[in-house]
């Protein structure tokens, strides 16, 4: 069965896109990756088997597009449309796999125009709508007047009752789809846990070590945005400061806010003991983790965190640093099973700050809660457990449709 994989975005450095790509591949499928490019990687490759075709399009002209979509300058799906039918017909692929709710809408008007219907499985990374409450192209004008969230609403109800399949990353997202009239039955639930094979494979690198031997290192790796809550991070350090005299936060990743954070930072004069590294390669993060005390997931408590779960949770947790996050509904009840971090209350900075003294002041806590963690990833949490649920639902697809 060949497997047509649409990806709005690079290719190369999506985990989940990554894995699930692997995971297929190797239960015997045939997959073909449609994506975009914005560099200069080549417009086709092999990956562990799979054939990845890339769109050769300006980065800056594809986020423009993209946030008009479901707007009355609705062309992206049509720019897409076209590119999907001659991967369809060129590649002769059996069923679509669309990463992302706002690239349903392409398939379908594919499907629409089709002679041969095919089968669509939508691969629901987040909870796009209740996140445009917090993007910047969507809470900022022209996206804030051409961007209606309640039309997104609608949408998003209709094109999920209108898929075949559907996948989404945790249990809590597909009770709150349930809650909107779908039903439980379309759902496969394929988790953003830890591929150990790749991350076993990382070389540590001494140079990022050796930056931060001496210190307590609190990091943070992730996108930066208004959501994400590292404003209560920052805001915490002042007083840390004072009992933790060789404290050093360490921020991975960049984003809308950096300039906001990095002034924050300097008003508070803690500027001294922040660290922003700004964007880093994949291949990288292991060593930052390594260098870690305590590893943090600071993202406010929203629609959107509690109905998603990060990558870095497992990151940490597999690599034995303690985790100290928000309380978002799936990442507490990770983290109380697995006994592998605290919690501390969305945007309150002082409540951040105690649980970071805490295990500043319990080294034998701090090494229990790292152990904690790559146990409970080693037995459940990692991704060839849960590659299995998308294994089961492709081989229910093909019986489905005759192949």
């Known amino acids: 069965m060949n497997i047509g994989m649409i990806l709005d975005n690079e290719f190369t450095g999506d985990l989940r896109v990554e894995n699930e790509v692997q995971a297929l591949q190797s239960a015997g499928y045939n997959v073909f990756v449609l994506c975009l490019n914005f560099g200069t990687k080549p417009k086709r490759e092999t990956f562990c088997g799979a054939t990845i075709i890339r769109i050769n399009k300006s980065k800056k002209t594809i986020k423009k597009l993209r946030a008009l979509t479901n707007t009355i300058f609705n062309f992206y799906p049509y720019f897409w449309e076209k590119h999907i039918e001659e991967f369809v017909e060129e590649f002769k692929i059996d069923i679509l796999h669309v990463h992302d709710l706002y690239m349903f809408g392409s398939a379908f008007i594919y499907n629409k125009r089709a002679v041969k219907k095919l089968k669509i499985v939508g691969d629901l990374h987040e909870n796009y709508v209740a996140g445009l409450q917090y993007y910047r192209f969507s809470t900022t004008f022209p996206g804030n007047v051409l961007i ?125 003991i922040i660290s922003f590294e700004g964007w880093r390669p994949p291949d990288t993060l292991l060593s930052y983790i390594k260098s870690s005390d305590v590893c943090l997931i600071p993202h406010l408590k929203t629609q959107h965190t509690d109905n998603t779960i990060p990558h870095k949770l497992f990151q940490y947790m597999y690599f034995e640093r303690p985790v100290i996050s928000t309380n978002c509904n799936p990442i507490k009840r990770i983290l109380d099973e697995t006994e592998a971090g605290l919690i501390y209350e969305s945007n309150n900075h002082a409540d951040l700050g105690d649980k970071i003294l805490h295990l500043w002041n319990n080294d034998d806590l701090r090494r229990k809660m790292g152990e904690n963690g790559k146990k409970a990833v080693e037995e459940k949490y990692n991704w060839k457990a849960t590659s299995k649920n998308l294994i089961e639902l492709y081989d229910r697809i093909k019986n489905d449709i005759g192949l």
Request: hydrophobic share 40%; no cysteine; aromatic share 8%.
């Open 148 to 272: 209606s969230i309640p039309k997104w609403k609608r949408t998003k109800i209709k094109w999920i009752k209108k898929l075949d399949y559907a996948i989404t990353v945790i249990e809590e997202a597909v009770e709150r789809y349930h809650s909107l009239g779908i039903k439980r039955e379309k759902f496969s639930i394929v988790a953003n846990y830890v591929n150990r094979e790749v991350f076993n494979q990382q070389q540590i690198d001494d140079s990022i070590i050796s930056k931060f031997k001496g210190k307590f290192v609190v990091t943070y790796i992730g996108a930066f945005d208004l959501h994400r809550g590292i404003e209560s991070v920052v805001k915490s350090m002042p007083l840390l400061k004072k009992t933790i005299t060789n404290i050093q936060l360490v921020l991975v990743g960049t984003g809308r806010n950096l300039t906001e954070l990095k002034k924050l930072a300097q008003d508070l004069n803690v500027e001294e």
